[in-house]
């Protein structure tokens, strides 16, 4: 079982940015592909951006392509995205997600461990 915590969220005009953190508790965080996901108001979840179990792999949606950036930190067993340029387009809730393999998914249904999610607000 791995627990995942988020954090950052907030209100920001648009063009700002925010820093999503997400806090796993697991002793083999690094076992874990790891994503960002986020679901829009009245809109089904998708995909946002993906990093491997090393990190030296990510994936990101068109939409947040150029703008955002996911990293991760074995370490420390978190996982941020780094939003900028961010539209209003970009509100929603965001889920830090988790899956116990080596690739990289893009796909909300591959995910086996959720958060709770964090608001993100952007206004026009």
């Known amino acids: 079982q791995v627990q995942l915590v988020e954090s950052g969220g907030g209100l920001v005009q648009a063009g700002g940015s925010l820093r999503l953190s997400c806090a796993a508790s697991t002793r083999t965080f690094s076992s874990y592909g790891m994503g960002w996901l986020r679901q829009a108001p009245g809109k089904g979840r998708e995909f946002v951006a993906a990093?491997?179990?090393?990190?030296?792999?990510?994936r990101y949606a068109n939409s947040v392509k150029g703008r955002f950036t996911i990293s991760r930190d074995n370490a420390k067993n978190t996982v941020s995205l780094q939003m900028n340029s961010l539209k209003p387009e970009d509100t929603a809730v965001y889920y830090c997600a988790a899956v116990e393999t080596s690739a990289v998914p893009t796909i909300p249904g591959a995910y086996t461990y959720w958060g709770q999610g964090t608001e993100v607000t952007v206004s026009s």
């Open positions: 990093v491997s179990m090393s990190g030296g792999i990510t």
